[in-house]
């Protein structure tokens, strides 16, 4: 039997993550064992996925979704240093042989496991993260200082995230991601968020955070703008 990877990515700021998806309402197992072993190069189904554009679910599949929750602190030197403070974690996840979540080298720093279940090895390899065998009800979390605050030369600062993903060839599939801010440590005041609030991207600010949340399909940016508070 050829051997299988099964590929998805998923990202936030400068890392992805590689995992396989066998929900029944999308590619079922018995589908992806039948295409691994033939010669196509079209994936099952090829046709009736989401080709990478943006599209907001308003109702939440019936299935259960991989999510992928992120929080986000930004320090008091993250101003003059640009590194910010990221804590994500990751349930259920699809059962795989092996994923890494991947950082871009330079822009990382610090990562760890701060937790897993239900995957028999994870560690730290270079600006990554690897698993191997992961089962039934997975979950990991994960720690690290990413360098993703910027210092505009009109005074403001912006924070980008993404592009937020779960692909499998070229197509792309439902995906549950919140998100919390915390900026309460810092003289920053939020202007403006992208995307814009709509339905299926929920958004919610309090003084010093904001929380997002939202199920989508294709690829997914977000991005913060801030200014420093008059004195």
């Not at 554009?53 to 008091?76: G, R």
């Not at 390899?125 to 009109?154: P, W």
């Not at 993903?165 to 549950?176: A, K, V």
């Not at 919390?180 to 968020?193: G, H, N, P, S, V």
């Amino acid at each position: 039997m050829r051997h299988h990877t099964f590929s998805t990515l998923l990202a936030l700021f400068f890392f992805s993550l590689g995992i396989s998806f066998s929900n029944a309402n999308e590619i079922s197992p018995e589908e992806l064992e039948r295409w691994f072993n033939t010669d196509s190069l079209e994936p099952p189904r090829y046709k009736e996925v989401n080709d990478g554009q943006l599209v907001f679910l308003a109702q939440k599949p019936d299935k259960q979704l991989h999510h992928h929750h992120n929080s986000v602190t930004i320090l008091p030197n993250s101003l003059s240093d640009g590194w910010i403070l990221i804590k994500q974690c990751h349930s259920n996840i699809d059962k795989v042989a092996a994923a890494q979540i991947l950082f871009k080298a330079g822009k990382v720093k610090n990562i760890k496991v701060v937790s897993s279940e239900n995957i028999e090895k994870t560690w730290v390899e270079g600006a990554s993260v690897q698993m191997e065998n992961i089962k039934a009800d997975a979950e990991l979390c994960v720690q690290a200082n990413t360098h993703s605050l910027k210092h505009h030369s009109d005074g403001t600062y912006s924070l980008r995230n993404g592009p937020f993903m779960r692909r499998f060839l070229d197509g792309y599939f439902p995906l549950h991601v919140s998100l919390d801010l915390d900026y309460a440590q810092t003289d920053l005041e939020l202007i403006d968020i992208s995307p814009v609030i709509q339905t299926g991207f929920d958004v919610e600010k309090k003084d010093g955070s904001v929380k997002i949340d939202t199920i989508f399909e294709g690829r997914l940016h977000t991005e913060f703008h801030f200014k420093q508070k008059s004195l």
